[in-house]
C-alpha cells in the first residue's frame, strides 16, 4: 500500500485510489462538491485543491485537485497550508458570488453541504459588490422543487441524472455564469430516480416538494433505520417524521444493496402513512353495518367473544414483516394459512425460491449484480418492477467501459475520462419483455415476446449454450454473449406471470454454470416481503381458492387487501362462506369493508418489522416514531388475537424479540430472521441509540398547547433504539441501528463517509441484513410445460401485464404527489390492432368490464394487449387470459395540460 | 528575402487558389513524395526533425506530439485527425487567410498527418463565422478526392481517407481541443481534463490528433523539402516561419509571413508600419488576446518562442494587439477579460464564477468606483485563476495574462483610477 505525506505526516492509503478519498478515509477534513463517492471524479468545482510537492526538496509545489490525484507511493501534499486553504476559501467566496443566502427559508438549511463547506473553509466575509443574477425555476412535476439561484454548478445533478441514470430531461443549459440546470420546458422530471437529485444535489436547489410544503429542520427530524416496503428490492430507508407526519424519506445506505440511491417510488410512496384515510381506532360493524369505534376494553371483549373456541383461518400478507405473518401462521396453523399472495403468484414465487436455493448460480446482491459483464432479463419492465435494479443493470453494462479504461489504466474513479473514452460502448445486455421497457435504451437486443414466447426462447438459449442445439437467430445470438461474459447474470421474476420463464432463466443460469462461467441468477419479488411468505409456506400453506372449503369460522387477514389477490366472485363467496372477518390493517380498503371487526395496524415507519427481499436477505426496520391514537404494530394485534383466542404457544412473548426467541426453535429460517438485527438488549457505549439527532428542539413546545411540563420520552423496550436525542450516536453503531447520519461539521448526508470504513464500501459498524438462501434446504420445482407458440386470434386478446412504478403497487400509489403521476389505467395495443378496434390513442375501451384508456404503443406484440397491473380499475384482469375489447361509451377523454398550467395547480 | 512557403499562394486581392493552380505552383508535391514510397514512420521522422511547432498558442512540437498516437496494437477502429479551424482568439486573424487563400495547403498537410498518425477520418473544425472558408474547403476537399488525393486507395498507396468539414456552433472554448472534441461529438463544448490525452482517448475515445491550420499547413512543405530546409527558414532556434499579425492604432494592420525570429520591431515598424500619427506605444500583446503585455523595451527582442517566454509572455498565435497611450489599459483589459468571462465554458468554479467578478471589479475601477483594497483582489485572482491547474484548462490563466502584466506595467493607469475616482484617459480624448 502506498504511503503518503500529508501535512508532514505519513499515512499508508489503499491503493489506486484518489487523494480526496483518501483523506476522508483517513478522518481528514477536506472539503469538496463535484466529486461524489458513487460518481467518481470531475474535476469541476475545485473545491478539493490541495498543495502537492515533487520531492522533499520542492518548496513551491503546485495546486493539484485531490479528487484528480490519484495517491502514489512517496507523494507529499499540504492540506492545510495558507496557499491550499486560501485558494479553498477562495472557491467558496466565488461560488456564493451569486448565492441568495436564504438559508432561513430553504429546504436544505441544517443539512447543507454548502452551508458546511463554507464554513469548513473559513469563508466569511463577502467581497464582491456585484449585483446578483436572479433565475427563474421551473414546474419539475409533483415530487421535485426546483430553485436555480441556489445552484453552486457542480454537476452533480445532471451527472446522477444522464450519466449514472440514463434520464435524458434534465441538462446543463446556457454557458458562463449563466449554467443552468433544469428542463427545455417546464414539465415533470421523467426519470424514476429524479428524487435521489435531492440528496446528489449538494445545495438547495432540488427538494422533497412534500417537505418544503410541510417544513422541518433535519435536526428537528425523529428518524429510524427502516426498509422501504414499496417493492421486493428491499431499499434501505430513512423516513423522518414530526409531529406524528412521515416527512420525507431519504436514503440509508447499504453497501450490498441500494448503495447511494433509491427509486421515486419508496422515496414518495411512503407518505401513504399519512393519508386521511389511515384507521385510527379497533372498531366494529353494529347491526346496520356501520363501523363503531371500540374502547381498548371493549376491543378486548370484542376478541374473546369472536375467537374462544373458534376453528381460526389467517391470510397473511407479502407486504407485512416476517414476524406479524409467522404469529399469524402460528395462530391459525400453518394448514389454515395462506400467504396472502394470489395464488399464481405464489406459485411462482415457490418456484423462483426453489431454483435459487437450489442453483449452482450464485444468487447476487445488488452489488453483485452491478458487476455482471452480460445480462439476460427475461419478461420483466425491470424500471417499473424493481426499479433500483435497473439502476444497477445501468452501471453493470459499463463494465465494458472499465475493462476499456484499464486498458489504458485508467482508475474507476476517473469518471468522465471512462465515459469519454467508452462512448457508447456497453457489456451487452439483452432484454426480452412483452413490449419495449425503459432499458432498452442501453440493451444490445431486445425482443417484443408475449411470456409464452419468452418461455421458448429462454429454453432455446439454455439448449444453445449446454451445446444440445444450434440457431443462428436471436437465441444464439444471447447465448453468444453469455458465454463470452465472466460473470454473465440472468434475471427473471413473477412479472411475466410465467412458471417457465422462471424454468428457462435457471436453467440459463445452470447451463452458464456447466460452461465455466461464474453465472448469478435472480429474481424479483413484487411486494417487500414476498419472499419472505415464500420462505414461511415453503412446507406447508392453503391456496386463497382453497379457504372458501375449509370448516373456519374466524377469518383473520393481516395487512392484505384480497381484492387485489382473488377475483371479486371469490372473496365473495368466501365472505358468505366464513361467518367472521378479523382485518388488521393501516389504510381503509374494501377487504376491511367487509370485516366484522377491524384493528388499527402500525404503518411500516411506526411498527418494528423484519423484511426478507427478493435476494433473501433479511433486513430488519424500526419504527419511525411510536404509533398514535389506537394504533398498535400487527404483531402487537395478533399477539392480543393469540390471547383471546386462549392460544398459550404464544403467551410467552412480550416483546418484539421474543417471537424470534420463542418461536424459531431448530429453524433456520427463523433464527435468520431474529438475528437479522441486533436485539433490544444491545448498547453502544452503555447506552441506547438515539432516533432523535443532539439538536432536536422543540420537546417541550410541540406540545405546549396541551401541557407545559415536558413528557416523558415514551420508552422503545422493543428495540436498542430511542424515542429520544440522549444515548450514544457514534459513528461506529451497527448499520441496522443507522438511525440518522451526522458528524461534527458534517450536517448534511454528506457525512456518510465518516461511518464508512472505505469509502463507498462496508459501515464501520458493518450489519448489512442477513442471507438467508445460502443456509437453507427447499425441494427443486417440477419442471412446467413448455407452453405453446402464441399464435393469435381474430377477435380476442392475449392480456400481459405492464407495471407502472407509480401506480402499480398498493401503497405508494396513494403517497403525496404520487397520485397525480399514476395516471389513467390503460390498455396498451398495437397500432394496427387499435385501428381495427376502431380506436385511437386517448380513447376508451372495456375490457372485462374495466373502462381503459387506450394508449398506442407499436412495441405491443400484435393479438396481445397490456394492461396497467395493480390499478383498482384493472385488478380483475389476469396475465395470460384472452379478453374481448369494445369500445366504451361515454367516454371522456384527459384534457390534455400544458406544464404552465400544472405549475399553477399544484 | 528568405523564402515564404505558407503564403506562395496568397495573392494580392486575397482570392482563392484552386486545384489547378496549386498544382500548377508545386502543390500535392509532398504528398506524391509520401505516397509513392515514404512509410508513416518516415514521415513521422522527416516531422519530428524539422523542429516544428504548434501554431496554435501552445507551441507543442508536433512530431513529438504525433509519435504519442498509438501505431501498433490499437485495438481496432478510427483514428483521427482534426485541424483546428476555429480562430477566435481576440486579435487573432491569420488561419483565415491560409483557409481562404490556399485551402488545398492545408487539405494536402492534413492528408500527410493523417497518414502519419493513421488516421483515416479528419475533421476541418471552422470557425461559425468563417462562411467563405468552409465552401472553399468543402470545394477543394472534392476536387481533392476526384483527383484522387482524398477518399480510397490515395493515389494507388492503399491508405484512404475520409475529410469533412465541420461549422462550429460558435464559442471561444470550442478551439480548445478537448472541448473541440466534445463539440465535435455533439455535446456541450466543456473541456476534459488529461490524462488521457487525445493521442490515446480523443474523439468518440480514439486516438486522435488536434493541430492547428498553420502547423498542418507547414507540413507539404517539410516533407518536400526535408526538415534541413525548413530549419534553414527560421533566423534563430525556432524553425520556419510563421504568419505574424498586428492589429490596433497602428498604420498597416495586417497579417504576414516572415521567418521565425524576427524582431517585433520589423514586424511593427516595417511590416505594421508604425503608430498612428499622434499615438505613442504603450505596449502590446505579443501572441493575441491571452498573453501577457510586452512594452517598448521588448521592441528589439525575435518572435521565438524561448525568447518571448524568458521576458514574460508568450508567443502565443503570434498575432499582435497593440495598445496605445490613449486608450485606458483598465477598460482595454476590462473588455477582454469580459469576453473571456463570456466565453467561459461554465465549468469550473474560479473562470465561471471568478472572470465575471475580476470583470465586476475592473468596471467599478474605470468608472471610477473603485478602492485600493480591489488591486488586492486583483492580485488574489491573479494567482486563484491565473495558474495552470489551478482551473481545469487554460482558458482561465490565458484570461488573467493581460491583467496580471498590465497591473505590473500599468499600475499607475489603475492607482489614478481610484485616487481620482475617474477614469483620466477619458478628458483626453
Ligand atoms: C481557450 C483556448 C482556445 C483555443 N483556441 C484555439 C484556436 O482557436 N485554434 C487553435 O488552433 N488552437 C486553439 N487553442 C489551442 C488548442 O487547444 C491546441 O493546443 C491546438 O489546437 C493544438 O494545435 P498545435 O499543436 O498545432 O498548435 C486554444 C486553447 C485554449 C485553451
Ligand atoms: S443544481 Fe445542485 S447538483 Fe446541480 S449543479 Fe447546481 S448545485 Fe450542483
Ligand atoms: S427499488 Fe423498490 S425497495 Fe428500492 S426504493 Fe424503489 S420501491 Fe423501494
Ligand atoms: S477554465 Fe474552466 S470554466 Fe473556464 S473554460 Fe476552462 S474548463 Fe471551462
Ligand atoms: S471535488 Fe475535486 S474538483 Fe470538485
Known amino acids: 500500500m502506498p504511503v503518503i505525506k500529508v501535512d508532514g505526516k505519513d499515512y499508508e492509503v489503499a491503493e489506486g485510489g484518489n487523494l480526496l478519498e483518501s483523506c476522508l478515509g483517513l478522518g481528514l477534513d477536506l472539503p469538496y462538491f463535484c466529486w461524489h463517492p458513487a460518481m467518481g471524479s470531475i474535476g469541476a468545482c475545485r473545491q478539493c485543491a490541495v498543495v502537492q510537492y515533487q520531492n522533499e526538496e520542492d518548496t513551491r509545489g503546485r495546486i493539484v485537485m485531490a479528487c484528480m490525484t490519484p495517491v502514489t507511493d512517496g507523494a507529499i501534499f499540504d492540506l492545510s497550508g495558507e496557499r491550499a486553504s486560501g485558494f479553498r476559501q477562495t472557491v467558496v467566496e466565488s461560488l456564493m458570488v451569486d448565492h441568495p443566502h436564504d438559508c432561513p427559508v430553504c429546504a436544505e438549511g441544517g443539512e447543507c453541504h454548502l452551508q458546511d463547506m463554507t464554513v469548513m473553509t473559513g469563508h466569511r466575509d463577502r467581497h464582491y459588490r456585484g449585483t446578483k443574477k436572479t433565475y427563474r425555476n421551473q414546474y419539475l412535476g409533483p415530487l421535485i422543487h426546483h430553485e436555480m439561484n441556489r445552484c453552486i454548478t457542480c454537476y452533480r445533478c445532471t451527472r446522477f441524472y444522464r450519466d449514472y441514470a440514463g434520464g435524458t430531461d434534465l441538462a446543463a443549459l446556457a454557458a458562463h455564469d449563466h449554467v443552468y440546470f433544469g428542463r427545455h420546458r417546464e414539465g415533470t422530471l421523467e426519470s424514476p430516480f429524479a428524487g435521489n437529485l435531492v440528496e446528489v444535489c449538494p445545495t438547495g436547489v432540488f427538494t422533497d416538494k412534500s417537505l418544503v410544503h410541510d417544513y422541518t429542520r433535519k435536526w428537528d427530524l425523529q428518524s429510524a433505520p427502516s426498509v422501504c416496503t414499496s417493492c421486493g428490492v428491499g431499499c434501505n430507508t430513512l423516513p423522518g417524521e414530526r409531529y406524528g407526519r412521515l416527512k420525507r424519506i431519504h436514503n440509508r445506505y447499504n453497501p450490498a444493496v441500494n448503495g447511494y440511491f433509491l427509486c421515486d417510488r419508496g422515496r414518495f410512496g411512503g407518505t401513504h402513512v399519512n393519508a386521511e384515510s389511515r384507521i385510527d381506532f379497533p372498531a366494529q360493524r353494529d347491526s346496520e353495518g356501520r363501523f363503531q369505534a371500540l374502547t381498548d376494553e371493549a376491543c378486548a371483549r370484542a376478541l374473546r367473544d369472536r375467537l374462544q373456541g373458534k376453528r381460526l383461518a389467517g391470510i397473511g400478507s407479502p407486504r407485512a414483516g416476517a414476524e406479524a405473518n409467522l404469529l399469524l401462521q402460528r395462530l391459525v396453523g400453518a394448514e389454515n394459512y395462506a400467504s396472502g399472495m394470489a395464488d399464481d403468484e405464489h406459485a411462482l414465487m415457490q418456484r423462483a425460491l426453489a431454483h435459487l436455493v437450489n442453483s449452482t448460480a450464485h444468487n447476487p446482491s445488488l452489488r453483485e449484480i452491478e458487476s455482471a459483464d452480460a445480462v439476460l432479463l427475461l419478461g420483466e419492465d425491470l424500471t417499473h418492477t424493481a426499479a433500483r435494479t435497473a439502476l444497477a443493470l445501468r452501471q453493470a453494462v459499463r463494465n465494458e467501459a472499465h475493462r476499456l479504461a484499464e486498458e489504458l489504466r485508467l482508475a474507476p474513479w476517473q469518471d468522465a475520462a471512462i465515459r469519454n473514452l467508452a462512448q457508447d460502448r456497453r457489456s451487452p445486455l439483452h432484454v426480452v419483455c412483452a413490449g419495449s421497457t425503459d432499458l432498452d435504451d442501453i440493451a444490445a437486443g431486445h425482443y417484443r415476446l408475449v411470456a409464452a414466447d419468452q418461455a421458448r426462447l429462454a429454453s432455446d438459449i439454455a439448449a444453445i449454450i449446454r451445446g444440445e442445439a444450434r440457431s443462428d437467430g436471436a437465441a444464439a445470438r444471447i447465448a453468444a454473449d453469455l458465454l463470452a461474459a465472466e460473470r454473465p447474470l440472468v434475471l427473471s421474476g413473477p412479472g411475466a406471470g410465467s412458471a417457465a420463464l422462471l424454468d428457462g432463466a435457471a436453467a440459463i443460469a445452470e447451463a452458464l454454470v456447466a460452461a465455466g462461467k461464474a453465472a448469478m441468477l435472480s429474481f424479483t419479488a413484487a411486494e417487500c416481503n414476498s419472499m419472505g411468505q415464500a420462505l414461511l409456506c415453503r412446507d406447508s400453506h392453503i391456496a386463497l381458492a382453497a379457504l372458501a372449503s375449509t370448516d373456519a369460522e374466524v377469518l383473520i387477514i393481516l395487512e392484505n387487501d384480497l381484492l387485489r389477490r382473488l377475483p371479486m366472485a371469490s372473496v365473495e363467496a368466501l365472505r358468505a362462506r366464513i361467518p367472521t372477518w378479523i382485518g388488521i390493517d393501516c389504510l381503509e380498503n374494501d377487504t376491511l369493508a367487509r370485516c366484522d371487526l377491524v384493528l388499527p395496524a402500525a404503518a411500516f415507519t411506526e411498527t418494528e418489522a423484519t423484511y426478507i427481499n427478493q435476494e433473501g436477505r433479511a433486513q430488519r426496520a424500526f419504527p419511525t416514531h411510536p404509533p398514535a391514537e389506537a394504533r398498535r404494530p400487527a404483531w402487537r394485534w395478533l399477539l392480543d388475537l393469540a390471547r383471546a383466542a386462549g392460544d398459550r404457544t404464544l403467551s410467552g412473548i412480550g416483546h418484539f424479540d421474543d417471537i424470534g426467541v420463542t418461536l424459531a426453535g431448530e429453524d433456520p429460517l427463523l433464527q435468520g430472521i431474529a438475528s437479522a438485527a441486533p436485539d433490544h438488549s444491545f448498547r453502544s457505549r452503555g447506552l441506547k441509540i438515539p432516533r432523535q439527532p443532539h439538536r432536536y428542539s422543540g420537546r417541550t413546545a410541540m406540545r405546549a398547547d396541551v401541557s407545559v411540563h415536558e413528557p416523558r420520552q415514551t420508552d422503545d423496550a422493543d428495540s436498542a433504539l430511542a424515542f429520544s436525542m440522549e444515548g450514544s450516536a457514534t459513528t461506529d453503531r451497527p448499520g441496522a441501528l443507522l438511525s440518522y447520519v451526522w458528524s461534527p461539521g458534517w450536517n448534511s448526508n454528506q457525512s456518510l463517509h465518516k461511518f464508512q470504513s472505505e469509502i463507498g464500501g462496508a459501515l464501520r459498524g458493518e450489519g448489512s441484513g442477513l442471507r438467508l438462501l445460502d443456509s437453507l434446504a427447499v425441494a427443486a420445482a417440477t419442471p412446467a410445460p413448455l407452453p405453446e407458440a402464441f399464435s393469435r386470434r381474430e377477435q380476442e386478446w392475449l392480456l400481459q401485464a405492464r407495471h407502472h412504478l407509480f401506480g402499480s403497487d398498493e401503497l405508494s400509489r396513494l403517497g403525496s404527489g404520487i397520485e397525480a403521476l399514476t395516471g389513467r389505467a390503460a390498455i396498451y395495443l398495437h397500432p394496427e390492432d387499435a385501428s381495427r378496434l376502431g380506436l385511437e390513442a386517448g380513447d376508451g375501451a372495456v375490457i372485462a368490464g374495466a373502462a381503459l384508456e387506450v394508449r398506442l404503443d407499436p412495441s405491443q406484440v400484435p393479438g396481445s394487449a397490456g394492461f396497467s397491473t395493480g390499478y383498482p380499475e384493472t385488478l380483475a384482469l389476469r396475465s395470460g387470459e384472452w379478453v374481448n375489447i369494445d369500445v366504451a361509451s361515454d367516454w371522456q377523454r384527459q384534457p390534455e395540460l400544458i406544464g404552465s398550467d400544472r405549475g399553477a395547480a399544484s | ?429
Open chain 2, 1 to 429: 528575402m528568405s523564402e515564404l512557403p505558407l503564403t506562395r499562394n496568397v495573392r494580392p486581392d486575397r482570392s482563392p487558389t484552386d486545384l489547378a493552380a496549386y498544382e500548377a505552383n508545386g502543390g500535392y508535391q509532398g504528398l506524391r513524395r509520401a505516397m509513392a514510397g515514404m512509410s508513416p514512420a518516415d514521415c513521422l521522422e522527416v516531422v519530428k526533425d524539422s523542429n516544428l511547432r504548434g501554431r496554435g498558442g501552445a507551441g507543442f512540437p508536433t512530431g513529438m506530439k504525433w509519435s504519442f498516437v498509438p501505431m501498433e496494437n490499437v485495438s481496432p477502429g478510427h483514428k483521427y485527425l482534426i485541424c483546428n479551424a476555429d480562430e477566435m482568439e481576440p486579435g487573432t486573424f491569420k488561419d483565415r487567410m491560409l483557409l481562404e487563400c490556399d485551402p488545398h495547403q492545408l487539405i494536402e498537410g492534413m492528408i500527410l498527418a493523417a497518414y502519419t498518425i493513421g488516421a483515416d477520418v479528419a475533421y476541418i473544425f471552422i470557425r461559425a463565422e468563417y462562411l467563405k472558408a468552409a465552401r472553399l474547403l468543402r470545394e477543394a476537399i472534392a476536387e481533392a478526392k476526384i483527383r484522387n488525393y482524398l477518399g480510397h486507395d490515395i493515389l494507388g498507396s492503399g491508405y484512404s481517407l475520409a475529410m469533412h468539414v465541420h461549422a462550429s456552433a460558435g464559442r471561444y472554448i470550442c478551439g480548445e481541443e478537448t472541448a473541440l472534441i466534445s463539440s465535435l461529438e455533439g455535446k456541450r463544448a466543456n473541456p476534459r481534463a488529461k490524462p488521457p490525452f487525445p493521442q490515446v482517448s480523443g474523439l468518440w475515445g480514439r486516438p486522435t490528433i488536434v493541430n492547428n491550420v498553420e502547423t498542418l499547413c507547414n507540413i507539404p512543405h517539410i516533407i518536400e523539402r526535408g526538415p534541413e530546409w525548413f530549419a534553414s527558414l527560421g533566423r534563430g532556434d525556432d524553425a520556419g516561419t510563421k504568419l505574424f499579425g498586428v492589429s490596433g492604432r497602428v498604420n498597416n494592420p495586417g497579417c504576414w509571413e516572415m521567418p521565425m525570429g524576427t524582431t517585433i520591431r520589423e514586424i511593427l515598424e516595417d511590416k505594421a508600419g508604425g503608430m498612428v500619427a499622434g499615438y505613442g506605444l504603450k505596449g502590446f500583446l505579443p501572441g493575441g488576446g491571452s498573453t501577457d503585455f510586452l512594452v517598448e523595451e521588448h521592441l528589439d527582442l525575435p518572435m521565438e518562442y524561448e525568447t518571448i517566454g524568458k521576458a514574460g509572455s508568450r508567443m502565443g498565435t503570434g498575432t499582435m494587439i497593440v495598445l496605445d497611450d490613449k486608450t485606458c489599459p483598465v477598460g482595454f483589459v476590462k473588455n477582454l477579460i469580459e469576453f473571456f468571462a463570456q466565453e467561459s465554458c461554465g465549468f469550473c468554479t474560479p473562470c465561471r464564477d471568478g472572470l465575471p467578478w475580476n470583470a465586476q471589479v475592473l468596471d467599478d475601477i474605470e468608472e471610477g468606483r473603485g478602492t485600493p483594497e480591489d488591486l488586492d483582489t486583483l492580485e488574489q485572482h491573479i494567482s486563484y485563476i491565473g495558474a495552470i491547474g489551478n482551473t481545469h484548462c487554460a482558458l482561465a490563466p490565458g484570461a488573467m495574462e493581460p491583467l496580471q502584466s498590465a497591473l505590473k506595467y500599468f499600475r499607475e493607469d489603475f492607482q489614478r483610477h481610484i485616487d481620482g475616482g475617474a477614469c483620466p484617459y477619458r478628458e483626453a480624448h
